[in-house]
């Protein structure tokens, strides 16, 4: 990816989990201080490639994995509610954000409630897994590789559902998608908050 595509998803990230509130381009652009004509560019190109979600009014309302319009993945952050299109973003967020955080998602195998707590960004001591389906450069990653991204109740049930669907990947406990997650998310947040993206010393989950 460019420099461009990189500080776009970036800002629309940083400027969604700020405002909680859907984004005109411009908001982007003088976010990234860039001509608002190359931002809507990349803005398109990114919307096609599915790394980011607009309205029909080209509003960005979802970008690196967070959203402000309902989806897959409720995430509420203290009091303030947002969404995600993947479990691995659920944990990869609240990580980064070391956010007390909760969360609330479906088992694609029983269509089962399966709710989180995240103290300090850690999830909790729990069975539940999140299957992180194999890369295979997907069109549109958010139609695509996200909804397969989901938790799980158990690593069987997780085995036993991507086997008949025929989706494969790993089966990741939480401290891992969290790894993972910090690795991914920590630097978007530390460009402007401050925010170390390395793992924790000594974390026990």
């Known amino acids: 990816m460019g420099d461009l595509t990189d500080e776009t998803i970036t800002a629309a990230f940083r400027l969604l989990l700020q405002l909680g509130r859907p984004l005109k381009a411009a908001q982007i652009a003088s976010e990234l201080n860039a001509e608002l004509s190359a931002v809507r560019a990349e803005l398109d190109r990114l919307d096609a490639a599915g790394r980011i979600r607009r309205t029909a009014g080209e509003h960005v309302v979802g970008s690196a994995g967070l959203s402000v319009a309902p989806a897959a993945h409720e995430l509420r952050l203290d009091s303030r509610r947002f969404w995600t299109w993947c479990a ?78 025929k989706i494969e990947g790993e089966v990741i406990d939480l401290r891992e998608a969290r790894r993972r997650g910090l690795a991914h998310w920590g630097p978007m947040l530390s460009a402007n908050r401050g925010i170390e993206s390395r793992e924790d010393h000594g974390d026990n989950g």
């Not at 909760?102 to 069975?127: D, K, N, V």
């Not at 450069?137 to 158990?154: H, P």
Request: charged share 20%.
């Open 88 to 165: 691995y973003d659920v944990v990869g967020i609240a990580g980064a954000l070391r956010a007390d955080a909760r969360s609330m998602s479906y088992s694609p195998a029983t269509g089962a409630q399966i709710r989180l707590q995240f103290a300090a960004g850690r999830p909790p001591a729990t069975p539940v897994v999140v299957l992180f389906p194999a890369d295979r450069g997907s069109a549109r990653t958010i139609d695509d590789w996200c909804s397969n991204a989901n938790f799980f109740e158990s690593r069987e049930a997780a085995l036993t559902w991507s086997a008949q669907h």
